[in-house]
């Protein structure tokens, strides 16, 4: 769990694609209904997911 | 970073959040059930079922419908007729006075009958009518707007400094990491993870809040130039004493930009279309258009297109800023990750806000060289 340093691109590399996914997810939904409303729903709901996820993890 | 800029990064978020956070939860705990307002309308039976009518049935003039909704408030009059997003109905919005920037009623009419489905302070339930009020003004009108406005961009900042923060702590943890062995840590940990996903959401929601706040300034601006400047070569004609008819004066404006549907009618001598003309704004069918408005001035004395422009930049922004803020433009699913959204946000708020009180507690403590806290293994902590 605690290792080496890492670097700051290390750091923010996965809390960057986060960002993308969620901005995509809210334009998505502005640019049309159907299936652009639904990749909506799941890119919105990664975040969701993730933080469920690494609570989970924790508990086992 | 050297480890004098993270200090102060920390400062910044410490003081911002601490400026910002009992607004917020204010904020997110009202914003919660406005995300669902249409729903909660309906269940408290606030939005007026249209009559049963042939789907087919065709609408009955503009012109009648304002005539039946003026004789429900005579002594008041109609600033704008707008038409409901999903329903063959028009809600009239009564005013003291035709130039006045009131809501005193809002008649709803079926469009098809002619009947008055309801009568109302606004198009809202009373509850839903107080929540949005707390969370746009904290019930203090304008200045509160502003107020919220500057609250917003106090988040803003608060989010900025957060993530910025988060780069050095998790310098030797794992993204995810959820340490267990204090409570303190438990909280630290959930508050840098949830933070850090939820940061482009936060920063959204944030940054189209305080833009929102300041859509009266925007009304007012876009009045005292892009309106003005569009009438000017009526300025100085009387107002027509039989203004034409606003059924014709729609279909004219209608006409003029085809694929479009009618978002608002603002009578002749109301604020948003000056005395001698129809206020007729436009928007698209599509999602992203559907939320930007074409004004489209149709001279009141004769029922002809006048003059029609774009709307300026800032209101545009207003209007795209209002489904990123509200949620409500990708049906029901959207609204409730919104509303998890939200919730995870009140986790961020209330994980800070103890780790901020923990930290107060015990630092007299640790000021008397508490050894736990020197050999705490990792890089700067945060807040």
């Known amino acids: 769990m605690i290792n080496a340093r890492r670097s700051l691109a290390q750091i923010f590399l996965l809390p960057a694609i986060i960002a993308l996914v969620v901005v995509f997810g809210?334009?998505?939904a502005l640019l049309g209904d159907g299936i652009w409303d639904m990749s909506s729903?799941?890119?919105?709901?990664?975040?969701?997911a993730l933080v469920g996820f690494f609570l989970c993890k924790r508990a086992r | 970073m050297t480890p004098r800029t993270v200090r102060v990064w920390k400062h910044v978020h410490k003081w911002t959040s601490l400026v910002c956070t009992l607004f917020l939860f204010i904020l997110c705990l009202t914003g919660l059930p406005l995300i669902f307002h249409e729903e909660i309308d309906r269940a408290l039976g606030a939005t007026a079922a249209p009559d049963r009518a042939a789907a087919d049935a065709p609408m009955i003039s503009l012109d009648r419908v304002l005539e039946i909704g003026h004789?429900?408030?005579p002594n008041e009059a109609i600033t704008f007729a707008v038409p409901d997003d999903d329903d063959p109905v028009w809600h009239l919005f009564i005013a003291p006075a035709i130039n006045s920037p009131k809501?005193?009623?809002v008649v709803t009419i079926d469009g098809r009958t002619g009947r008055v489905l309801r009568v109302g302070d606004s198009t809202r339930s009373p509850v839903i009518k107080f929540i949005t009020d707390l969370h746009t003004d904290l019930l203090l009108d304008e200045k509160g707007m502003l107020f919220l406005g500057a609250i917003g961009l106090c988040f803003v900042i608060a989010i900025v400094s957060g993530v910025v923060v988060y780069g050095p702590f998790m310098r030797r943890l794992d993204f995810g990491t959820v340490r267990e062995r204090t409570r303190r840590l438990y909280w630290l940990d959930l508050h840098n993870l949830s933070g850090i996903v939820l940061a482009a959401w936060m920063l959204v929601v944030g940054v189209t809040g305080a833009i929102n706040t300041l859509a009266q300034q925007i009304a007012r601006h876009w009045q005292r130039t892009e309106l003005v400047e569009m009438i000017a070569p009526w300025r100085n004609a009387p107002a027509p004493a039989n203004p034409a008819s606003a059924q014709r004066a729609m279909e004219t404006a209608l006409a003029s930009a085809p694929g479009m549907k009618v978002s608002s009618i603002a009578m002749p001598g109301s604020l948003f279309a000056g005395g001698h003309h129809y206020g007729v704004f436009l928007h698209g069918d599509t999602p992203l258009t559907s939320k930007l408005i074409m004004p489209i001035m149709?001279?009141?004395a004769d029922g002809s297109f006048s003059e029609s422009r774009e709307l300026p930049w800032y209101a545009k922004a207003l209007f795209i800023s209002?489904?990123?803020?509200?949620g409500d433009y990708g049906g029901m699913p959207l609204k409730v990750i919104w509303a998890l959204l939200d919730l995870v946000t009140l986790i961020v708020l209330g994980s800070g806000l103890y780790l901020w009180a923990v930290r107060l507690y015990a630092a007299p403590s640790r000021r008397s060289g508490t050894v736990t806290h020197a050999l705490r293994p990792q890089a700067p902590e945060h807040p």
């Open chain 1, 26 to 28: 809210l334009v998505a």
């Open chain 2, 71 to 73: 004789a429900q408030r």
């Open chain 2, 298 to 300: 149709i001279n009141a």
């Open chain 2, 322 to 326: 209002k489904p990123l803020h509200f």
């Open chain 1, 41 to 48: 729903w799941l890119a919105l709901a990664f975040p969701l």
């Open chain 2, 103 to 105: 809501v005193a009623a």
